[in-house]
């Protein structure tokens, strides 16, 4: 890592953290940790920079996390397109408002559910990223489902960071580690990087289950094509997010409300002062409000 | 241990107390009657360590299939759990379709509950050393490693043998109070007028 001011980059990240919508768990978003999500954002500026970036799927915010380090130049360097692709419409509005905001020309995220083939005006890539279900229960068959579309999003050529378990105590992690490379390879990728239990999670059930980067490269031999079809085999939809969770759902759809980033108002009731003095002072009504 | 806990059998262990400032003993009674009145009642849990969706139903059904039903052991404990006491009014398996809660059946201050079609009062011990996680990232850790810090619930398969400890004094041996029989559809997400 390169010299870096470490207490305005977390200050960053804090900033993304807090426009990220609140995970659910059902669809396996479950948040990594706010140190691993700097050095990850770190590495992945670095490894993607001056590239075009996908991400196939990113409830943690990392590409976002990436964006903004570099739009601040917390970090130097950085992708110079980064595109998120993701069936939650919080996630996408969530990044897209952010990235208005902040004046991040290079970011944008569109909704897309992975079943289905990429958009066709999707543009083609130099890399991906994608930290899926980790396929548990599904032989990892949920993992190959993102890491296919990525290789899609480069055409074939490129490299890719998949982030999934690696734990020494959940050993199928390693059975899943095994079936991905296998897959990846079979794919035209072959592993040129892996950095082993590397990052922790908000996840009250195993909060000292890890994950890992696999990066993940195309063979010299591979050709720029891009065959994208959706997903409809049974074998790949069951368990996919978990066991007997089958999908059901297209797209998790935001439901629109006044100030996105502020306590809504049925998580409080306000309880006046007593004071009659106070009570016209901070009445709703009054100039201090306006 | 109880003849129930037989080798094999699916238990959803958790700590039960005070909730939504209403006392163990009030809301024990109030179960029954539910049961008696509309044949089951809800009994409300929250945390991420039990998911509804991902981690009860999932193995509940799965003990199913194999003609076996999931026992609820309660370890009671003190609680100063003071959730506002909001009732759910709506219930679902799924996240997508919704059911009417029974005016019968009040859950009050819980986002997930379980199905239950009875509910006793025992004594025994459970040594958790005699237990694995049965699904989730952490399935087959021994109940005594996993049920620590914030993890105070889980869905936990009886071993053939309990775990060889180099100390006895590793073990978690929890005081169950309270059994139940979880009933389909298990586990359901709840929501009520917010």
Not at chain 1, 96 to 111: Q, S, V
Request: aromatic share 8%; with cysteine; charged share 25%.
């Amino acid at each position: 890592m390169s010299e870096i001011n470490l207490k305005n980059a977390m200050n960053t990240i804090s900033d993304v953290i807090q426009n990220r919508p609140r995970a659910l768990r059902e669809f396996d978003q479950i948040y990594m940790k706010a140190g691993d999500m700097m050095m990850q954002s770190e590495f992945v500026a670095r490894w993607a920079k001056n590239k075009h970036l996908c991400f196939i799927g990113d409830g943690d915010a990392i590409s976002v996390c990436v964006a903004l380090l570099d739009r601040r130049k917390d970090v130097p360097y950085g992708p110079s397109k980064i595109t998120v692709l993701d069936f939650d419409e919080r996630i996408v509005n969530a990044i897209n408002t952010f990235a208005e905001k902040e004046k991040i020309g290079h970011l944008d995220a569109r909704l897309y559910n992975v079943l289905e083939k990429l958009p066709d005006d999707l543009d083609t890539y130099d890399c991906f990223y994608t930290n899926p279900p980790w396929g548990q229960y599904n032989d990892g068959t949920s993992v190959s489902a993102f890491v296919d579309r990525g290789i899609e999003a480069v055409s074939n050529i490129g490299e890719g960071l998949i982030v999934i378990g690696d734990d020494p105590e959940a050993l199928w992690t390693h059975n899943v580690l095994a079936k991905v490379q296998t897959r990846s390879l079979a794919k035209g990728f072959y592993v040129a990087r892996m950095q082993p239990e590397l990052h922790l999670y908000h996840l009250d059930d195993a909060p000292d289950l890890k994950s890992c980067n696999l990066l993940v490269r195309s063979l010299g031999s591979n050709k720029e094509v891009r065959e994208s079809l959706p997903i409809d085999d049974p074998e790949v939809l069951h368990n996919f997010y978990g066991r007997l969770q089958v999908p059901r759902v297209r797209y998790v759809r935001e439901v629109p409300r006044l100030n996105r980033d502020k306590a809504t108002e049925y998580e409080y009731t306000l309880e006046l002062l007593e004071d009659e003095a106070c009570r016209n002072f901070y009445a709703p009504d009054t100039a201090f409000y306006s | 241990m109880s003849e129930f806990l037989r080798s094999g059998h699916g238990i959803l262990f958790m700590k039960v107390g005070k909730h939504a400032k209403e006392s163990l003993e009030d809301i024990v009674a109030r179960k029954r009657r539910e049961i008696d009145e509309a044949g089951f009642a809800l009994w409300g849990y929250g945390g991420n360590t039990c998911h509804p969706a991902t981690m009860v139903r999932p193995f509940a059904e799965e003990r199913a299939l194999l003609g076996e039903s999931i026992t609820l052991c309660m370890e009671p404990m003190d609680s100063k759990h003071d959730a506002p006491p909001v009732r759910a009014t709506e219930y679902s398996t799924n996240g997508v379709d919704w059911v009417q809660i029974p005016k019968a059946i009040n859950s009050v201050g819980s986002r997930f509950a379980l199905f239950l079609s009875d509910l006793s009062e025992v004594d025994f011990e459970l040594p958790l050393s005699g237990t694995e996680v049965a699904i989730g990232p952490r399935e087959g850790r021994s109940g005594h490693q996993y049920i620590q810090h914030r993890v105070d619930k889980a869905c936990l398969i009886v071993r053939d043998r309990a775990t060889i400890l180099n100390d006895a004094r590793q073990d978690k041996i929890v005081k169950i109070g309270l059994t139940a029989t979880l009933m389909p559809p298990y586990a359901a997400f709840l929501r009520g007028e917010e």
